[in-house]
C-alpha cells in the first residue's frame, strides 16, 4: 500500500513521493496542471529509442519547487551555504 506524500503544492503543480509502508521512497513525482507548454518527443538513434519530455513552467513556479526540495532534503551545504539555523534551512525555528 502507498500514500503521495507531498515535499510542495500549488495551485498548478504538486512535488511529492509515494511513501511505502515497507521501504524508503527512491522516486519523486512533479505534477504539473496546465503547464504553459509541453512537448513529448521519440525518436531512434543508432537503434536506441529516446524518449524527452519538456515543460515550460514560470520561473517563480521552479524557485518554489527547487527551495522545497533542497529543505526536504537537507541539501544546504550542496548549493554553497552555511549550515545550520539560517533562513530556508528545515531546522530553522523562525520558518
Known amino acids: 500500500m502507498s500514500t503521495k506524500a507531498s ?10 513521493f509515494q511513501e511505502l509502508l515497507s521501504a524508503e521512497p527512491k522516486n519523486v513525482y512533479l ?9 513529448f518527443s521519440k525518436e531512434t538513434i543508432k537503434g536506441q529509442t529516446v524518449e524527452n519530455l519538456v515543460v515550460e513552467i514560470p520561473s517563480g513556479m521552479m524557485d518554489e519547487i ?7 532534503r537537507k541539501l544546504q551545504g550542496a ?11 528545515p531546522d530553522c525555528p523562525w520558518d
Open 7 to 16: 515535499i510542495i503544492s500549488g495551485d498548478w503543480y504538486h512535488l511529492y
Open 66 to 72: 527547487a527551495i522545497a526540495w533542497i529543505k526536504k
Open 31 to 39: 505534477e504539473l496542471n496546465q503547464p504553459l507548454e509541453f512537448s
Open 79 to 89: 548549493v554553497g551555504g552555511p549550515v545550520g539555523h539560517e533562513w530556508g534551512n
